[in-house]
């Protein structure tokens, strides 16, 4: 199967190197880490014991970092397929079309991955107003819509994605998914999600 037929003009190819994106990600797993063991110690200084919430915000977490895990497993595969796109590297090698279905089918686990982790957040906060809440009778009921409406959001936001140009053969990806059409619908869900996660977090406040 070819992709590439002759070589793609020589253009930049990534602003950032490996090691730099490396980087980026595993000093923001190990700060979210460090945040994460302050709370739970906080918490559990305070009131000798932790709450369900807390539970959510560890998931969280725990999801951070198979997602990073996933990122620094298909990293030099990323920067490979990039320095051959940009025809800074050429011949692409023989496993070229295999690494990049690779790339494609890894990045389902990240984006599914990072929703699950910002909403789980997001449920963290939800629940610990809940208890902050629970006397007030107008509160509960105002909570519990807006609890429906984060739900629906995650739901909005990990269904909308075009998991089909991640998962098909990269033969019928390069044929279906790099239209205008498709480009079109990967901005409109890309805007969508953005706001949503925007509107959450006020209706969360």
């Not at 200084?45 to 998931?59: E, H, I, Q, T």
């Not at 208890?131 to 007030?136: A, N, S, T």
């Not at 901005?187 to 953005?194: F, M, P, S, V």
Request: charged share 20%; aromatic share 16%.
């Amino acid at each position: 199967m070819d992709i590439f037929t002759t070589r793609p003009r020589p253009s930049k190819t990534a602003k950032v190197t490996q090691g730099a994106f490396l980087a980026v990600i595993w000093s923001g797993v190990a700060i979210a880490f460090f945040f994460l063991l302050l709370r739970l110690f906080g918490r559990w200084k305070g009131f000798r014991k932790l709450f369900f919430d807390d539970a959510f915000v560890v998931f969280a977490w725990l999801l951070a970092l198979v997602g990073a895990v996933e990122c620094h497993i298909l990293a030099e595969l990323m920067f490979q397929t990039l320095a051959i796109t940009s025809g800074q590297l050429w011949p692409p090698p023989a496993t070229f079309v295999e690494d990049t279905e690779r790339i494609l089918e890894g990045s389902v686990i990240v984006l599914i991955f990072f929703d699950t982790s910002l909403w789980a957040v997001k449920l963290s906060f939800l629940l610990f107003f809940k208890r902050l809440g629970r006397h007030v009778r107008k509160q509960k009921v105002l909570w519990w819509c807006v609890f429906a409406f984060t739900v629906a959001t995650y739901l909005v936001c990990v269904g909308n994605k075009p998991y089909y140009c991640m998962i098909a053969p990269l033969e019928e990806t390069q044929k279906i998914c790099t239209t205008d059409s498709a480009e079109r619908y990967r901005q409109l869900t890309l805007k969508l999600n953005c706001a949503l996660d925007v509107l959450t977090d006020f209706a969360s406040m």
